[in-house]
């Protein structure tokens, strides 16, 4: 496998946005409850890492990275500082964005999405994906498949937290494990579950 569908595996299964790194797990449980409503999220933050990591990468290294202002004869300044700012203000402009395209076509899962739409503007997975891309310093090729590799891992396991808690909605469960109480615990199987994925490519 080269390198490039390594790396998307590896944001997709090994490091899963909510279930290994636990990056985003306020819409994780929130918005897992019905498998419509899961889907809708998960393409939404597909989207939306999909486009913002590869976007604020070319940012980061053209604008904000050490020297990267030298062919204006200035190679020594140095605007790193101002990335998380810039970064949250790319990934607030496609979160609004997703949200009226949403509003115009979609009006359903748009109104099933309440409050937390506009929440993904500050979502850390989405953040987080923008972070380790300056962290490891990916190009924007990588910084595009790790992007799209995350945003499918965090789709990934909320449809399928969807899927297992719309079963589990007839189960007869004990009152403590009702609504949230499920939701932790699957989380936590689930989670323990894509750390196998971690082991299969330990060294």
């Known amino acids: 496998m ?10 997709m299964l090994v490091e899963n946005m909510p279930l290994t790194l636990f990056l985003g797990l306020c819409t ?9 409503t899961a889907v809708g999220l998960g393409l939404a933050v597909i ?21 990267s202002w ?5 190679p020594d300044l140095d605007l790193s500082h101002l990335s998380l700012l810039s970064f949250i203000a790319v990934i607030a402009a496609m979160v609004q964005l997703v949200e009226m395209l949403l509003d115009r076509f979609f009006p359903a899962i748009h109104a099933s ?31 595009l498949v790790f992007g799209l590799g995350g945003g499918a891992g965090f789709a990934l396991a909320v449809i399928m937290l969807s899927a297992i808690r719309a079963r589990l909605a ?10 949230l109480g499920s939701a932790f615990l699957l989380t936590g199987m689930m989670s ?9 490519v330990a060294p």
């Open 192 to 200: 323990l579950g894509f750390s196998a994925f971690a082991q299969m």
């Open 47 to 67: 989207l939306v890492m999909g486009v913002t990591v590869p976007l604020n990468q070319v940012i980061y290294a053209h604008l904000l990275a050490p020297g």
């Open 28 to 36: 994780f449980l929130a918005l897992s409850r019905r498998p419509g």
């Open 170 to 179: 007839y189960a007869d469960l004990p009152d403590g494990l009702r609504g």
């Open 113 to 143: 999405f309440g409050v937390f739409l506009p929440l993904l503007a500050v979502h850390c997975a989405i953040v987080g994906g923008s972070l380790f891309m300056e962290e490891r310093r990916y190009g924007f090729v990588e910084s």
């Open 2 to 11: 080269n390198d490039l569908g390594a790396l998307f595996l590896n944001a």
């Open 70 to 74: 030298a062919w204006a004869g200035m």
